[in-house]
């Protein structure tokens, strides 16, 4: 699928935003990273995993795929933890679901049916965006499986649109389905601090592809919009809480924080500088060392 090849290339070109962020300067080079795929009721999920521990697991957002997670599950592992990051179902390499999987619920269903294929009893959850919603909804509904949850950025229907998307969706332009370059350019100054640079013709092939498949993506997006505020209000979830927030995030902007703060005030919160909305792709070092540091704290 098109994601797929956006964010590969994403996680492959932002190494240079990772370098400000990286422990004395140096990027973490890919770890033995297992790929594999388990078969469910639905379809087949295929996932990345790497190290030994406790299990964590990780959930990438809309229009996105596991790949992203790779350096962060570097620096789990290095840690002493196992991450595991799936394709969600229908995204990236999971593929052959029907277009009802789509629904956030129906997301948090097939995932708890991938965590019982595993050998732990308990994990640690994590998720960005959409996949902080997907996981919010596993910990409040499968409480006694889940030790922490953590929210990658900020999580998908807990505060508005930032009004820079807002502003493009009224405008006729739709960030995440960019059919000119200069849509383009857009969703990487929503998704970044620091975009990576692509080059112009990656970038024409890149748009070219989201043209073709506009009529899959747009049914994804208006599923997934109809459960805008599945998670609002915030459960009380009596497990941890931890929220990485990009103060740079131009899909949910930081100002919705004290929403969060609000409904979860016994949840920590941590506020990056210079970090745009995948807080594991442009700054992996920083944010797993909190997501660590948190798990570590609730052992």
Known sequence: MLYSVVLTMLVALSAQASLAFASGGNVATPCNIESSQVELAEGEISLSKAGEG?????????????????????????????????????????????????????????????????DPTTWHLAGNSMGGTIAALIADQQSDDVQTLAFVGGPFGVVDWSDEVKSALRAGVHPFMPRTLEDFDLQMDLLFSNPPDFPESVKKDIVQDYKEGIEHFRHVWDIVQLDRRIIDPLPEFPMP??????????????????HLKEGMPEAQFVELPDVGHLPMIEAPTLSAQFHVDFMKAEQ
């Open 54 to 118: 406790e299990s964590v697991l990780l959930l990438h957002g809309l229009f996105a795929e596991r790949s992203q997670w790779h350096d962060y599950i570097c620096r789990l592992k290095a840690s002493g933890y196992r991450a595991i990051a799936p394709d969600l179902p229908g995204y990236g390499d999971s593929r052959d679901f029907s277009l009802e999987a789509y629904s956030l619920q129906h997301q948090a269903d097939l995932i708890v049916e991938l965590m019982q294929q595993f």
């Open 241 to 258: 809480v931890l929220t990485v927030w990009g103060s740079d995030d131009g899909v949910f902007s930081i100002d919705g924080a004290v």
